[in-house]
């Protein structure tokens, strides 16, 4: 299974931003960064995903470094509602919708 | 457009008992993904279904098991019920062939007493 690694926890405030690491040491070439998220008492949701470029969207930013071994989920301006548990996952093509999810990132959001 | 539906939301059942989740996916959507969710072993893959057909595994007993119907529905069905099974198990539903997003159900609770 194609591993991620992310801090278990992480606390930011209200309103300022908050960058979400990964690390992704044995990615391949073929395989696309995904990120999903959490809330309680719900199922994981989709955030963003990316291969090779950076990617921006109406919910957070992707920073991908260039030999892509790692990757940074950005949200701009936390806000109560985006506390929740952030997975970070690799996708790989031969295993269609099979995610391997990891342990996530908690993060608190402070008022 | 509707989400993906879990039925029922949550489940009692009893130790060697058998149960059946249902999964109705995004219309449209031929894949229908199946996770089980536990404190300690987080969120595990169950298995795939694209048109009708297992297209991946994870590493589950036999006694998990599923199904996709011809209009996409997935039913998933535990066997000999154990106590360990007690856990949220979620649908999710996607298109192939691309990156396009999975999309999670909420989940059906299982508690096994």
């Known amino acids: 299974d194609a591993k991620t690694t992310q801090p278990n926890s992480m606390e930011s405030n209200e309103e300022e931003p908050v960058h979400l690491p990964c690390n992704h040491s044995t990615i391949s070439g073929t395989d696309y960064i995904h990120w999903y998220r959490q809330l309680p008492s719900q199922g994981p949701e989709y955030v963003i995903h990316g291969l090779t470029s950076n990617v921006n969207n109406r919910m957070a930013s992707l920073a991908i470094a260039e030999d892509r071994k790692s990757s940074t989920l950005i949200l701009h301006r936390a806000t109560l509602r985006d506390a929740a548990v952030y997975y970070c996952?690799?996708?790989?093509?031969?295993?269609?919708?099979?995610?391997?999810f990891g342990s996530g990132t908690k993060l608190n959001v402070k008022p | 457009k509707a989400g993906v539906t879990q039925t029922p939301r949550y489940l009692i059942k009893t130790r060697g008992q058998q149960v059946t989740l249902s999964c109705s996916p995004i219309s449209g959507h031929r894949s229908v993904s199946w996770y089980q969710q536990t404190p300690g072993q987080g969120l595990q893959f169950l298995f795939e279904?694209?048109?009708?057909?297992?297209?991946n595994k994870g590493n589950f007993p036999g006694r998990f098991s599923g199904r996709q119907f011809s209009n996409s529905r997935s039913e998933m069905n535990v066997s000999t019920l154990e106590l360990g099974d007690s856990a949220l198990y979620l649908c999710?539903?996607?298109?192939?062939?691309?990156?396009?997003?999975?999309?999670f159900g909420n989940g059906t609770r299982l508690t096994v007493t």
């Open positions: 996952i690799l996708r790989v093509p031969y295993n269609f919708n099979k995610f391997y």
């Open positions: 279904y694209f048109s009708e057909t297992q297209r």
């Open positions: 999710a539903s996607g298109r192939t062939g691309d990156n396009s997003p999975l999309h």
